[in-house]
């Protein structure tokens, strides 16, 4: 589509995300303007400057405008399905067993390891597109379904392929340090001096890697070995972040946050001082209702302790292909409230603002003169419609670096 490179957005409210004295920042007859791809001013129709007046209008009957959403936790490239998984967990397996059974992470490894690059660009691209058509417009992908060396990297090369073939900003997060590859059982510090950080050091030297993960779990790593991965990433002035606590406590918080960790995820067995210790570090508790979900795990995240601590809490939706085969933003957002109570106003802002802070992206997630022009138009006028429906989109457009992309 051919666009003015310079034109207003009128005729909306816009959750501008900017705090004030509605919670959404919510301006009821709003007006943005977009210059090339940048937001160039926002505010009330009444008050658009006058030489923004001469610029192309486009009126939005109505409807809401808010940030491009972004999905802050991804596993979107894998190889495989599990959906016989799926089955013999609703036969009576439990997640843990599973895994322990060499299922669970270890039969996508395999999948993944069988996979040409261009392959796992092309399962991943339906489920990037499901993403894209809920008005994301940045979603972070791990590696992680490799476990060695060369997968590692062809996951990553998939992931930054993404970018080019769709609408979208793909951020990389390498996580080696996701289960234990079957050559390696047993012997994780060997899997992790042997494989994992050498394959770390080469998919940064390959400009792969913007952030470093690690599963800190007993069926994965101890804290102190993913200790050994992010000295690595320290050295090598990589940022981390940390799946922990999720199905157990294992001190996995408390080590992220020494490390000063872009977010913490998962979090359903966090403990008060872990809350206290990541609004410390300034990290984010990354909320993810869908594995919690699909693993019918009972223990909820303590959401009441991160506002307590003031912890910016964000919502991803955790896709891959065994805890969490989902692929919907919003269900995210609609989970986030009725599963553990979060406000549809930090079901947004989880998914806008904390999502980018979760990313270390301070040029999105809100409608602010000289951010991004990164934008959602929906068919709906209070916010809180985002989040409460269940499996009803009504994404009308999105707009990705000022260039309107119809649904
Ligand atoms: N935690 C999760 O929920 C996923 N990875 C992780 O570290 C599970 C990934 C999978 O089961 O394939
Ligand atoms: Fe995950």
Not at 9 to 18: E, F, K, P, V
Not at 129 to 144: N, P, Q, R
Not at 152 to 176: D, Y
Not at 236 to 255: D, M, R, Y
């Amino acid at each position: 589509m051919s666009d003015p490179t310079q034109y207003v957005l009128s005729g909306c409210g816009a959750a501008t995300m900017q705090g004030g004295p509605d919670p959404y920042g919510l301006i009821p007859d709003a007006a943005v303007a977009i210059d090339r791809e940048r937001i160039a001013w926002v505010g009330r129709s009444v008050d658009l400057p006058l030489h923004l007046r001469g610029w192309e209008s486009i009126d939005l009957e109505g409807r809401l405008l808010t940030p491009g959403l972004i999905d802050c936790h991804s596993h979107l490239v894998f190889g495989g399905d599990r959906a016989h998984e799926f089955e013999l967990r609703l036969n009576g397996a439990s997640y843990e067993e599973l895994a322990r059974a060499g299922g669970g992470i270890a039969s996508t490894v395999t999948a993944t390891r069988a996979a040409s690059e261009g392959e796992l660009v092309a399962s991943a691209l339906p489920r990037l597109d499901a993403l894209i058509a809920e008005g994301v417009t940045t979603v972070e992908v791990k590696s992680g379904y490799g476990l060695d060396r060369e997968t590692e990297l062809a996951m990553l090369r998939a992931a930054r392929r993404l970018a080019q073939l769709r609408p979208v900003t793909i951020t990389t997060t390498f996580l080696g340090a996701h289960a234990m590859p079957p050559d390696y059982e047993g012997q994780a510090e060997a899997y992790l001096t042997e494989v994992c950080i050498p394959a770390l050091r080469a998919a940064h030297a390959e400009g792969l890697v913007d952030a470093v993960d690690g599963f800190c779990e007993n069926i994965a790593f101890s804290a102190s070995q993913i200790d050994l991965v992010f000295q690595c990433a320290a050295e090598l002035g990589l940022p981390v972040k940390l799946h922990a606590e999720q199905l157990s406590h294992q001190g996995g918080t408390a080590l992220a946050a020494r490390y000063g960790a872009r977010s913490v995820d998962h979090l359903e067995y966090a403990h008060e001082e872990d809350a206290v210790a990541m609004a410390k570090a300034g990290s984010v508790a990354v909320i993810l209702p869908g594995a919690y979900y699909t693993i019918r795990e009972t223990q909820a995240p303590p959401i009441d302790l991160f506002r307590k601590h003031g912890v910016p809490m964000a919502l991803a939706t955790d896709c891959n292909p065994g805890s969490s085969p989902m692929t919907s933003l919003l269900m995210a957002m609609n989970m986030g409230c009725t599963l553990f109570r979060m406000t549809p106003q930090e079901a947004l802002t989880g998914v806008t603002t904390h999502a980018a802070r979760a990313l270390g992206l301070s040029d999105r997630g809100r409608i602010a003169a000289g951010v991004r022009a990164d934008l959602a138009i929906w068919d709906v006028t209070r916010p809180a419609e985002l989040s409460y429906r269940i499996g009803f989109n009504p994404l009308h457009e999105t707009i990705f670096e000022g260039q309107r992309c119809s649904r």
